[in-house]
């Protein structure tokens, strides 16, 4: 069966979309034809296609283009992929045996870091959240990740100044792959997490370890760091090797 030809136009529409996402700001037409290499006339033509639907916006007299939160909003709804989630549920609870400490599953959004999952650690005391709790995404271990790795549309949530101030953190957390929350959320209790990633490096969620500071840390030890980055890329691995099998 021979494999189906991109519709020209469709495809031109998201080469533009990709090429505003890249750009440090707005752009103007010329900027977005150059790049693409096509002409201007046809880059107008879409461009006013993608204005009319809501996805690109033209700012004042100047002809400079750029995207609407309409992307975003998609982003944030798309469910994570079910065999990813299955592959953290599998690899959760081991985690979570390893450490003795509460193992949560992130996904990231404009709005904050939302718990996905939660594998409870078996103690006589926990600390604990529940799925459906929504972090902030400058004040949380996920949420600090979410920004270390995230997207440029993720990044563009949060007010410039908070970013900047959050410039230094966020360049250590890239630097060591993993992010702290010592008493940021709750008085004593500190969180650990790490990014889920995909082969291209693009964020895919993040797992963390949270507990006592006792037990965890400002400067976690290496041997919890160690963990959550396995598990981190076990499940990656185990969700992307159901997706072949699946679309095989």
Known sequence: MNKSKPVN??????LILETLARQDGPASLT????????????????????????????????GLYTLTAKLRRMAQNTPPSASLLAAAQTFMPQLRDELELSVTLGRASGAGVEILDIARANTLVQVTTQPGALFALDSSAHGKVALAYGSRMLLESVDPQVMKSLAGELNAV??????????????????????LLGRD???????????????VPKTPPAQLVE?????????VSEGFNTDLEAAG
């Open 9 to 14: 136009s469709v495809a031109t529409a998201f």
């Open 227 to 235: 963990a959550l980055k396995k598990a981190a890329r076990d499940i």
């Open 201 to 215: 490096g693009e964020l895919l969620g993040s797992i963390a370890a949270l507990g006592p500071i006792q037990s």
């Open 174 to 195: 890239r630097k060591r792959g993993w992010a702290a929350a010592p008493g940021e959320i709750l008085a004593g209790i500190n969180t650990v997490a790490v990014p």
């Open 31 to 62: 900027v977005i034809s150059a790049e693409l290499d096509i002409t201007k006339t046809k880059t107008h033509r879409h461009l006013q296609t993608l204005i009319t639907l809501g996805y690109v916006k033209q700012l004042g007299n100047g």
